[in-house]
């Protein structure tokens, strides 16, 4: 199972939005709406920041947002803060009952 | 407050064997699927393995297949992972993940337990 497909680094002015991509085929994310994406900041372990393509979990800004069309997924962070400056990682459910991350996104606040 | 709290990391040779293990507190252990996760250092996360609560189905990485086996003991909260054949590519930290069930989101991760391979 190959990882998805991530661009290496993003970057934004504070205040903007940017938007994450995350390329994946029919047998995970164009397959199943079990899409999830994470922040990890340096240091620390993962946390969970969408689950089932664009579900928030409480507590997590409502300035991150996330949507799928076809085999692409894909997150944007409104607003953006210091605070985003980050790694981001997505990951799917795929048909052979396993999980694949992508390789990541680095996230900087210029 | 979920917890988890990985243990049994260290250096070891290759083709060396090792036992992790993650202890749950602050949730009903024995009713989610737990899952573990690794990092190689500077490198990506990559999933490793699953087990279903109730010590259900258990699921593999094809790259980790064969040589690492999960295992869970719901009486303990423990979770556990038997790792044989250790090649340098199995240097990494290792997460121990909470999920509700197979193909639910992390929605909880230890601090992880490092794994190195040399010799």
């Known amino acids: 199972q190959s990882a998805l497909t991530q661009p290496a680094s993003v970057s934004g002015s504070p205040g903007q939005s940017i938007t994450i991509s995350c390329t994946g085929t029919s047998s995970d994310i164009g397959g199943y709406n079990y899409v999830s994406w994470y922040q990890q900041r340096p240091g620390k372990a993962p946390k969970l920041m969408i689950h089932d393509v664009g579900t928030r979990p409480s507590g997590v800004s409502n300035r991150f947002s996330a949507s799928k069309s076809g085999n692409t997924a894909s997150l944007t962070i409104s607003g953006l803060q210091a605070e985003d400056e980050a790694d981001y990682y997505c990951?799917?459910?795929?048909?052979?009952?396993?999980?694949?991350f992508g390789a990541g996104t680095q996230v900087a606040v210029l | 407050e979920v917890q988890l709290l990985e243990s049994g990391g260290g250096l070891v040779q290759p083709g060396g064997s090792l036992r992790l293990s993650c202890t749950a507190s602050g949730f009903t252990f024995s009713t989610y699927a737990m899952s573990w996760v690794r990092q190689a250092p500077g490198k990506g996360l990559e999933w490793v393995s699953s087990?279903?609560?109730?010590?259900?189905?258990?699921h593999y990485s094809d790259s980790v297949k064969g040589r690492f086996t999960i295992s869970r003991d719901d009486s303990k909260n423990t979770l556990f992972l038997q790792i044989h054949s250790l090649g340098v590519g199995d240097t990494a930290l290792y997460y121990c993940?909470?999920?509700?069930?197979?193909?639910?989101?992390?929605?909880?991760w230890g601090q992880g337990t490092l794994v190195t391979v040399s010799s």
């Open positions: 087990i279903k609560r109730n010590s259900g189905s258990t």
């Open positions: 990951s799917s459910f795929t048909s052979s009952s396993t999980l694949v």
């Open positions: 993940t909470r999920a509700a069930g197979l193909i639910d989101p992390f929605d909880h």
